[in-house]
C-alpha cells in the first residue's frame, strides 16, 4: 500500500491510525466507543506541558469563525488540483495523463486562474468561491518532512509536530488553550468517523459521530432505554473527565435526533451530493446553523492513493474524487453564504504530493509539496498562494517531486490567531524550529 519510509521512527504509535483508515463503517454506541468518545477528554490530562492553558473566566468570543478540517487521504495530487500550465516540464514529464493548458481545444482543460495556474476542470464548481473571493489555494505547501508513508506523513500534520509519541492533535490542542465560545456548550467538536480524527484528539468535549443523522444505540429498540440505564450507572462512579465524556455523549444523541438532520434543507442553490461526503457536510451545516456552540468538525474524504489508473479526465478515479470533493465544497460553502453564516473557515490538506513525473501504471507515486484550500468568509481569496518553486529537474525536491515552500503550518497558523482567536498560535504547534510565517491568506 504505502511506501516504505526513510526514516526510523518508531511505528507502533501509528498502527491505530491505519486500523482507523481501513475500519468497518457501521457506527455502535458501546462501552467501547464511549470511552474512544471520551479521548479527547481524556487527553487533557496528558497535554503536553509547552501548550498553553484555558483561562475560562477569560471573556468568551463568540465571533471566533467555526472550523471545518478536511484531510484527503492517500495523498492528492495538487498538479492536478491546481496546473502549473506554463511549466513545460508539468506536459513532458506527465505525456498521457497532463491537464491540458487552457487555451487547448481539449473539453478537458484547465480554467485558467491567473495566467499562470489552472482550476482542475473537476474542480469547476468551486470557480465561483474563487472568482468572488472566497476561495484561496494555496500551492507549494505541506511538511517539510522527508517521510512517504501515509501514516507517519498523517501523523506528522495532524499533531503539527515531527513527533512520534505525541498524542494531541493541533486542532485539539488549540481547543483546550481557548475557553469555549459559550458557557453552556457541551458539544465543543465532532469527528466524523467511527474515531476520533487525530486532528481533535486532546479537544475538550469532542465526540465522534459516523452519522450525525443516525446517533443512537445498536441493537434492539426495545431494550434501549434498558442498556442506556445500564452504561449510565457503569460510569456513574467514574473520574470526572470520564463522567463528563458519557454525559456529553448522551446530551449529543439527543441533540443530534432533535435535529432532525435526515430532513435538512439546504438554503443555498446547489444540492448537496448524496455521498458520504455531501451527507457528512450538510450534516455538518445543520449542526452549525442550530448554534450550539459548537467550534470544530473534522471529516475525511479517502482514495486518493492513486498509483494506477489515475484518470486525470471525466470518468477516471481521480477525477471522480475531485468532482466529489468540489461539488461537496460548493453545496456546503453555497448553504452557509445563503444563510449569512459566512464565519466558517474550511481547510483542506492531505499528506503529500505525488511525483511530477507519471509512472508506468497511468498513475503516479508518493511525492512531497501539495496544496491546501482554504474556503471562508475571511479569506484573501481569489489568488493562488505561492513561492512557485518551479519544475526544473534542480528544482525538485530529490530531482522528482514538488518542493514545499510554504510550511503548512504557517496556513493553519494564521486561521488560529486571526480567525480562531488564538494568542500564541505558534505555541499550540509546541515546535521551537517553527516560526510562523504571515502569508496573508486569512483577514
Not at 49 to 75: C, H, K, N
Not at 159 to 170: H, I, K, N, S
Request: some cysteine; aromatic content about 8%; glycine content about 10%.
Amino acid at each position: 500500500m504505502s511506501a516504505k519510509t526513510r526514516d526510523d521512527i518508531p511505528k507502533a504509535s501509528l498502527l491505530e491510525e491505519g486500523k482507523r483508515q481501513s475500519g468497518c463503517t457501521d457506527y455502535h454506541l458501546t462501552r467501547r466507543n464511549l470511552l474512544r468518545s471520551g479521548a479527547g477528554l481524556l487527553a487533557l490530562a496528558s497535554a503536553p506541558s509547552w501548550l498553553p492553558r484555558a483561562t475560562y473566566a477569560a471573556s468568551q468570543d463568540s465571533e471566533r469563525d467555526i472550523m471545518v478540517s478536511i484531510f484527503l487521504r492517500g495523498g492528492a495530487d495538487s498538479l492536478s488540483l491546481c496546473v502549473p500550465f506554463t511549466e513545460n516540464r508539468y506536459y513532458s514529464l506527465r505525456p498521457t495523463m497532463a491537464v491540458a493548458p487552457p487555451d487547448s481545444s481539449n473539453p478537458n482543460r484547465a480554467i485558467d486562474l491567473d495566467g499562470r495556474f489552472g482550476l482542475g476542470p473537476s474542480l469547476e464548481p468551486l470557480l465561483p468561491s474563487f472568482e468572488n473571493g472566497d476561495l484561496s489555494i494555496v500551492h507549494a505547501c505541506g511538511s517539510h518532512d522527508p517521510t512517504r508513508s501515509h501514516f507517519t506523513a498523517m501523523h506528522f500534520m495532524e499533531t503539527g509536530q515531527t513527533d512520534p509519541t505525541l498524542f494531541t492533535g493541533w486542532l485539539g490542542r488549540h481547543l483546550q488553550a481557548v475557553p469555549p465560545k459559550a458557557d453552556d456548550a457541551f458539544l465543543r467538536a465532532i469527528g466524523i468517523g467511527i474515531g476520533l480524527q487525530r486532528t481533535l484528539a486532546g479537544a475538550p468535549q469532542a465526540v465522534p459521530v459516523n452519522d450525525l443523522s443516525d446517533f443512537d444505540f445498536g441493537g434492539r429498540e426495545v431494550t434501549r432505554d434498558d442498556r442506556q440505564i445500564a452504561i449510565e450507572a457503569m460510569y456513574a462512579e467514574a473520574n470526572g473527565a470520564m463522567r463528563i465524556a458519557v454525559d456529553n455523549t448522551f446530551r449529543t444523541i439527543e441533540l443530534l435526533n432533535g435535529l432532525d438532520i435526515a430532513n435538512y434543507t439546504t438554503a443555498g442553490d446547489r444540492p448537496y451530493p448524496e455521498d458520504e461526503f455531501g451527507v457528512s457536510l450538510q450534516s455538518t451545516a445543520a449542526l452549525i446553523k442550530a448554534e450550539v456552540g459548537l467550534e470544530a468538525v473534522a471529516i475525511d474524504v479517502g482514495g486518493w492513493d492513486t498509483h494506477d489508473f489515475q484518470g486525470t479526465a471525466q470518468g477516471g478515479r481521480f477525477h471522480g474524487l475531485a468532482a466529489g470533493l468540489a461539488e461537496g465544497l460548493a453545496a456546503f460553502w453555497s448553504d452557509l453564504d445563503a444563510s449569512s453564516m459566512r464565519r466558517v473557515t474550511i481547510a483542506v490538506m492531505t499528506e503529500f504530493g505525488r511525483n511530477v513525473a507519471e509512472n508506468g501504471s497511468e498513475g503516479t507515486d508518493h511525492g512531497h509539496g501539495s496544496l491546501m484550500l482554504v474556503l471562508s468568509g475571511n479569506t484573501e481569496g481569489g489568488r493562488v498562494h505561492t513561492d512557485w518553486p518551479g519544475l526544473a529537474h534542480e528544482q525538485l525536491y530529490e530531482g522528482q517531486d514538488l518542493a514545499v515552500t510554504i510550511d503548512y503550518r504557517d496556513v493553519l497558523a494564521e486561521i488560529l490567531g486571526k480567525r480562531l482567536g488564538s494568542a500564541d498560535p505558534a505555541a499550540v504547534f509546541g515546535d521551537p524550529s517553527f516560526t510562523p510565517i504571515d502569508r496573508g491568506i486569512m483577514r
